[in-house]
């Protein structure tokens, strides 16, 4: 990862080791204090999915709780016209997500400080935003885009946390629906597996190679477990207890053995109160 | 100590084909590590299972270690026990070097008295031979003395008392020296009027002067012999450095025999009343009152000798006997039972053990341990104060006989001689007292669940945490009116003058006879044996420390409002008449009887626990004259912090009661809904306020509606942006399970939508029949009832199995837990299940919620509600009442409350699980097993852990908080506060304001961020009640009526502050709140994340790079953080106060 080369005479953008370039990042104009957002271009040697291109994507590390998905793009937009923002609470590849769920049912985010993938329209933006000077900052709210935050923020939050329940009602029916679809699609795949396992008239089964996950008989981890202890029990049942004499001194030889190892057990645990002072009654 | 030929200490040897694969390798399990147990290690001592060698496991035993083994398993139910007992003798046990500094001492004090020069001889009254700066030990009531003194060398000086006879214990080594009072000094008539007694006191002060001129001895004080002040005492400490570690009491004592026995007969008069009071009486011997105490006190001084003898006759046959009587010493100690003014003492302890052997109660050959548990169990089941007990084989015949003894004293115990009672200034309510202990003691002893050694022997019992009501008589002077009031003139003069103990007896009689159904057992404190310069005047009886009374209650009668006495007609009427005064008033009852009866003033819980107060200043003020001014109650003093209500204080009962029966109501109601698509099999409650432990209970609430923002569309209320916070809504959680049915997905985002719809349909229907608002969202459904909203979770019981099945890359189900599934199993199956069983607690036990509550409150105001949550809490309160060993379970809140901040920092968190057997469900056999397998996997389980029944391996309450250091913190804090407050309970002298434990001291943390008090919405709960109160939105009569808006729920700007700064910055810092009402967040740094640290990709939230010489490192940026700070808690956030000057990085 070379540093960059793109250095302006007059305005440097300030570089990090490791590729990457510092935007300062302020909350409003007149605040006093600055954050620091760690930006470089993407780079990974097998990017499997292409909501992520190579070329156009900024990586950035640092993104404060307050700036959202939309507040991010529009922060980034200064450098070009924005694709999409991706806010993650650790660097790595996307997820594959499931059935888009509605806000309401997916879990709650974590509010913390995110990292960010902004993919630009435009390659040229990236190399834009990496040569920001590091002394003119981001302004997260300005008059014309106010940012919601504290008691306006959690008010707006309360006001939007709740549905109404024919809304809701609606979502969840729909869900539903498209839930039995699928149930149904995959309860029809599986008779098909089983009729292919049927024998024929003349009495042949086809064998088949069918894909990873439908076997006919229905296996877990649970059932494995249960099959090997029931196994150890069997061979357990068939030995002779207190049988031939050794075996019978051997048991008072352990039951000697266990009396001694309480005893130097509770010893010990003596030695240890003794150590921590414990018998002093006062 | 047992010791074995050959274990090794060394680290062992192990060879692979030593430990073959087997059961023994894994039950040791030992990390194979070498032992280290030495002192130099004492902080991070940590218990490592032994490993054995398998040579030494199967080596053939010798007899002699079979029967040590054998006697270990047979004799206790655990050898430790046994072992534990020896190792605390060896602790309090004096070392050899220590007696050789008492005895040379002893030496040096007694070549010392032996050269007293002699004085001639003068009148009693003429102290001109004493130097002025030297007093004599003795108030002169009254003034005139016949007889002559002088000063000559004792007549023998000899070590008396437990250390010749081996059994002084520490601490407070004290060795007895008896100077014998040379004959000629003394008159055969001395014993009269207090002339001996006198004598007696010169003499100690013609010692003392002696004394003081040498260098040998260091300090010189007077004491008196168990608070009497007819016996004074004279204190020596060995000069230098040695002289705080022990002390030598000197006793002045007649020749043996000088004094015939028979004449202090307990039905005897020795002080005539024309001497003492002055005035003319009759002159006949006969009919003067007896004086058996003050012929006690005589008789005491002319036999210690003869007792020391006795006792080493008898001790020289047992050979246990010096440490059971040790054994004993400690565990009076320990009660508070030792010391003071008719306490039961070491030597009567070697008495007591004495006699069992004579009586062969107890064999010759009997351990320590055993001596200990017979002299228990005989005290537990013997009443000295009905039918005592004497050491005299075969008394002369003018010896008196038991009965003459009981009619002079409470408590008869007679000595070997027969003419004396040991127990003379016992009252009966401190033999009441031992007895109760003793019973106590003997019913854990055996409990296997119990760690009986450290209940029984190292736990101390002062009264204020044993008692459940404590109450102090303060000006002890108003006690002499009480003499008068109660015409105790003959018994004032037996005691001579001392008022407090005269009419001790008389105000326990009467205080036992008001209070009746209503305690178990009244005690008192021992006055304690008062010190003073030799230099200083005696003080005066009214100059002890307050008597202190506590009171054992029974949870049933203790807070009843009513007396009800009996028939008017009966003759017992005039008794209840005379005993409650103008307070008895005739009274008609439902059942159509009429009868005498009193009526106390109460209306809450709170105000009911008042009720023995009352009782107790009215009868003392009627019988015995004492002021309400003088009476200090301690009972009900911490319950302050938690009281609420305008008209009438409460503590928390009476709203929860709304609560809980509202909650039955809504409970009714859903069982009974029909039409639902599956059914419901359960509804329970999962919130504090519905198991009676909420700190401050939800109250019904009527809405102000013109307060809020409105929202149209569905009717409910949003709160205003200019405005205060609104009144904050607890939402008082309720699950409701649904029948399992094939109907169930088995997909979880399926399920979750199916819960929706139940949340839908459920509040259609609530809707439709009993008109209640609801809210239903996908995660629950409020209902708005009563002025209170509860918060509806339907669950499915195999929810939590969907969550941990996944199907892996080949296709095969596996089963794994994950915190998503852990999370819902918590809030649908132990949180409900914890609140039904803990409400079965309160049930049994009435003040377990008000324990429960203060403890929190205590535990929110020092900011450690996120630490030890109020689960957690809730839990260690409850094991307060289900295992109190060595106390009764608690009875008043403020004893619970003292248990608790107890069990916070005494409770060795590191070594113990603390089992909380819920139900009792749990046997000794589970115990043993919880305590293996926490042994066993230490150091992966949580820092306190706590087993319940339905959870004994895991520690679900505790497993993610706290953590070491902030447990660390907690016990500190705990002990501090529970010393700052008993302090500052027993002594009426100091400020009396017990929110001073509920202060944190902010200092320790890095910064303050200050709360705009107009955005808390629990302001009013506050440690220190606010100037300024807010308009909040709710009207205070009242609850509101079905319909209408749905109001504002769970809206807590400061909760939603925090959980935005945890996440944000958790990392960085640590952010404490007081939840009820705290108007300030502190925060502390973490010193790890200030180290600078390399950059990472992963590691960046919040910092800055630094590059110095070519190196990267990053370091938190502190100036934007504060910034992020205001920025993020807007409109909240008064002002953040940095404290730069702490930081150290």
Redesign the interface.
């Known amino acids: 990862m070379a540093p960059s080369k793109k250095k302006h005479a007059t305005k440097q953008a300030c570089v990090?080791?490791?590729g990457?370039a510092?935007l300062p990042l302020q909350?409003?104009p007149d605040?006093?204090?600055?954050?620091?957002l760690?930006v470089k271009e993407h780079k990974v040697r097998a990017e499997k999915t292409s909501c992520r291109p190579l070329d156009r994507t900024l990586f950035v590390?640092?993104i404060?709780?307050?700036c959202s998905q939309s507040v991010t793009q529009d922060l980034f937009s200064k450098f070009g016209v924005v694709a999409s923002v991706e806010l993650r609470d650790?660097?790595g590849s996307s997820q594959e997500s499931?059935?888009k769920?509605p806000k309401?049912?997916r879990p709650a985010a974590?509010?913390?400080?995110k990292?960010g993938y902004v993919v630009f329209e435009s390659s040229s933006s990236v190399t834009a935003a990496k040569s920001h000077p590091h002394d003119e900052s981001l302004v997260v709210s300005t008059e014309q885009k106010p940012v919601k935050?504290?008691?306006?923020k959690?008010?707006q939050h309360?006001?939007k946390?709740?549905?109404?329940?024919d809304k809701?009602?609606q979502?969840?029916d729909s869900?539903?629906q498209d839930?039995d679809k699928r149930?149904e699609k995959e309860a029809e795949r599986q008779r098909e597996e089983a009729e292919k396992q049927q024998e024929d008239e003349e009495g042949w089964v086809k064998v088949t190679r069918g894909h990873?996950?439908?076997?006919a008989r229905?296996?877990?981890?649970?059932a494995?477990q249960r099959t090997l202890q029931r196994e150890a029990r069997k061979k357990r049942r068939k030995e002779l207890m207190n049988f031939y004499t050794w075996q019978h001194k051997n048991t008072q030889?352990e039951h000697?053995?266990e009396?001694?190892?309480?005893?130097?057990?509770?010893?010990?645990?003596?030695?240890?109160?003794?150590?921590?002072r414990?018998?002093?009654?006062? | 100590m047992k010791k074995k030929q050959t274990v090794t200490e060394e680290p062992v040897e192990m060879h692979p084909s030593d430990f073959p694969h087997g059961d023994e390798e894994e039950q040791l399990g030992a990390p194979k590590k070498p032992k280290r147990m030495k002192a130099s290690e004492e902080e991070e001592v940590v218990y490592h299972p032994v490993k054995l060698s398998r040579s030494d496991l199967y080596r053939p035993p010798t007899a002699e270690e079979l029967n040590h083994l054998k006697e270990a398993e047979s004799l206790f139910h655990c050898s430790l026990l046994k072992m534990q007992m020896e190792e605390l003798l060896k602790e309090v046990s004096l070392s050899e070097r220590r007696k050789q500094q008492i005895d040379s001492f002893v030496k040096t004090v007694t070549k010392l008295l032996e050269t007293v020069p002699v004085s001639p001889k003068v009148e009693v009254s003429d102290l001109s031979w004493l130097s002025g700066t030297v007093k004599v030990p003795f108030l002169l009531v009254p003034k005139v003395t016949k007889g002559k003194f002088h000063m000559a060398p004792p007549a023998s000086v000899d070590l008396i008392g437990s250390y010749p006879l081996g059994t002084c214990v520490k601490p407070h080594i004290k060795v007895d020296l008896a100077a014998t009072i040379p004959a000629d000094v003394l008159h055969p008539k001395d014993f009269l009027n207090q002339r001996y007694p006198r004598k007696r006191a010169l003499y100690l002060a013609g010692l003392a002067q002696h004394l003081r001129s040498s260098s040998d001895v260091g300090e010189l004080r007077y004491s008196c012999l168990h608070g009497n002040r007819l016996k004074p005492v004279l204190l020596l400490s060995p000069p230098g450095k040695d002289s705080s570690s022990f002390t030598v009491c000197v006793h002045a004592c007649p020749p043996p025999g000088f004094f015939k026995p028979s004449r202090f007969h307990p039905q005897r008069n020795n002080i005539r009343t024309e001497w003492y009071t002055g005035l003319q009486a009759s002159h006949d011997e006969n009919s003067e009152p007896p004086t058996p105490h003050y012929n006690g006190s005589i008789l005491g001084d002319l036999l210690p000798r003869a007792h020391l003898q006795f006792l080493s006759a008898i001790g020289s046959q047992c050979s246990a006997f010096s440490d059971g009587v040790a054994l004993l010493k400690v565990w009076l100690h320990q009660r508070e039972l030792d010391q003071g003014a008719g306490c039961f003492n070491g030597f009567l302890a070697s008495m007591l053990l004495a006699y069992l052997l004579m009586n062969h109660r107890i064999s010759n050959t009997m351990t320590a341990y055993q001596l200990l548990r017979n002299s228990l169990n005989f005290l537990a089941s013997t009443d000295l104060s009905a039918s005592g007990i004497s050491l005299a084989k075969d008394p002369d015949s003018t010896a008196p006989s038991l009965a003459e003894f009981h009619n002079a004293f409470q408590v008869v115990f007679v000595d070997p001689s027969g003419h004396l009672n040991m127990c003379a200034d016992m009252t009966a309510s401190t033999y009441k007292q031992l007895q109760h202990e003793a019973s106590v003691s003997m019913q854990f002893w055996d409990d296997p669940t119990v760690d009986g050694f450290h209940c029984l022997l190292m736990t101390p019992k002062p009264m204020i945490r044993t008692s459940d009501c404590v109450f102090q008589l303060c000006d002890l002077v108003k006690l002499q009116a009480s003499c008068k009031k109660q015409n105790l003139l003959s018994e004032l003069m037996d005691h001579s003058g001392n008022y407090v103990q005269t009419v001790l007896p008389f105000l326990l009689a009467l205080l036992q006879q008001g209070l009746n159904q209503r305690i178990h057992l009244l005690t008192h404190s021992l006055s304690p044996d008062p010190e003073w310069s030799v230099e200083r005047e005696t003080p005066k009886y009214k100059a002890q420390p307050p008597l202190s009374f506590g009171l054992l209650l029974n949870p049933e009668l203790a807070a009843s409002v009513l007396e009800k006495g009996p028939p008017a007609d009966s003759p017992k009427a005039a008794e209840f008449r005379q005993l409650w005064g103008s307070r008895s008033e005739l009274r008609r009852f439902q059942d159509g009887a009429i009868t005498e009866a009193v009526l106390w003033d109460g209306k809450s819980a709170y105000q009911k626990r008042l009720v023995p107060n009352q009782i107790i200043t009215h009868l003392l003020q009627l019988h015995a004259g004492i002021p309400v001014s003088c009476v200090r109650f301690v009972g009900t003093m911490v319950d302050d912090v938690i009281t609420t209500g305008n008209e009438v204080p409460s503590t928390g009962e009476e709203e929860s009661l709304v609560v809980v029966q509202s909650y039955d109501d809504l409970s009714r109601k859903l069982w009974k809904l029909e039409g639902l698509p599956l059914s419901i099999t359960a509804v329970q409650g999962a919130h504090p306020a519905l198991r009676y432990t909420q700190v401050f209970p939800p109250e019904p609430v009527r809405l102000d509606y013109s307060f809020f923002e409105r929202e149209k569309t569905c009717r409910f209320l949003v709160p205003k942006e200019g405005k205060p916070c609104p009144h904050y809504l607890t939402p008082i959680t309720v699950i409701c399970h649904m029948e399992g049915s094939g109907k169930w997905p088995h997909d979880r985002t399926a399920i979750r939508h199916i819960r929706a719809a139940f949340h839908i349909s459920l509040a259609e229907m609530l809707k439709k029949h009993h008109n209640y608002t609801c809210l239903p969202c996908p995660t629950h459904l409020d209902v708005w009832k009563d002025g209170l909203v509860f918060r509806i979770q339907v669950a499915y019981h195999r929810e939590p199995q969907v969550l941990r099945e996944s199907v892996n890359a080949e296709g095969l189900l596996v089963v794994r837990d994950n915190e998503e599934a852990q999370v819902l199993e918590m809030a649908t199956i132990h949180k409900p299940l914890l609140t039904s069983t803990l409400h079965g607690l309160q049930q049994q036990q009435p003040c377990f919620g008000a324990v429960c509550r203060l403890a929190k409150r205590w535990l929110a105001a020092q900011l450690f509600s996120e630490d030890i949550t109020e689960d957690t809490a809730d839990l260690l309160v409850a094991s307060l009442f289900l295992q109190p060993t060595p106390f009764t379970p608690p009875g008043s809140p403020q004893v619970g409350f003292l248990r608790f901040l107890r069990l916070l920092s005494a409770f060795d968190w590191r070594n113990n699980p603390l089992v909380v057997n819920l139900n009792k469900q749990l046997t000794a056999a589970e115990y043993t097993e919880i305590k293996n397998d926490f042994m066993a996997s230490r150091e992966s389980l949580p820092v306190m852990f706590i087993a319940t029944p339905t959870d004994k391996k895991m520690s679900l309450w505790t497993r993610r908080a706290p953590s070491v250091q902030m447990l660390q913190r907690v016990m500190t804090v705990a002990a501090e506060s529970l010393k700052v407050l008993e302090q500052q309970l027993m002594d009426g002298s100091q400020i009396q304001d017990v929110r001073v434990i509920m202060r944190p001291p902010l200092d320790a943390y890095d910064v303050l961020i200050h709360l705009n008090p107009k955005q808390v919405p629990l302001l009013r709960h506050a440690v220190d009640a606010p100037v300024v109160t807010f308009s909040r939105g709710v009207m205070t009569n009242g609850a509101d009526q079905a319909g209408g808006a749905f109001p504002v729920v769970d809206y807590n700007p400061v909760s939603l502050y925090l959980t935005e700064l945890r996440e944000a910055f958790e990392d960085l810092a640590l952010f404490f709140c007081d939840p009820y009402g705290g108007t300030v967040i502190s925060v502390l740094w973490k010193p790890k994340a200030f180290v600078p640290a390399p950059f990472k990709t992963s590691h960046m939230a919040a910092r800055s790079v630094e590059v110095t010489g070519g190196e990267v490192k990053t370091i938190p940026n502190v100036e934007a953080i504060l910034e992020d700070f205001r920025v993020m808690g807007k409109g909240l956030v008064k002002s953040v106060d940095a404290r730069t000057e702490k930081w150290m990085f």
Do not use: C
């Not at chain 1, 974590?110 to 400080?113: A, C, L």
């Not at chain 1, 229905?218 to 649970?222: C, I, K, R």
């Open positions: 990090t080791p490791e990457f510092v909350f409003s605040s006093a204090a600055r954050h620091s760690y590390l640092n404060p709780p307050y650790v660097p499931g059935p769920l309401i049912f974590k509010q913390g400080f990292v935050t504290g008691v306006q959690w008010i309360y006001t946390s709740i549905i109404h329940p809701l009602q979502t969840v869900f539903m839930y149930q990873k996950g439908a076997k229905p296996h877990s981890e649970a494995n030889k000697i053995a009396l001694r190892r309480k005893f130097e057990e509770d010893k010990q645990r003596i030695a240890l109160m003794r150590a921590q414990k018998f002093k009654p006062y």
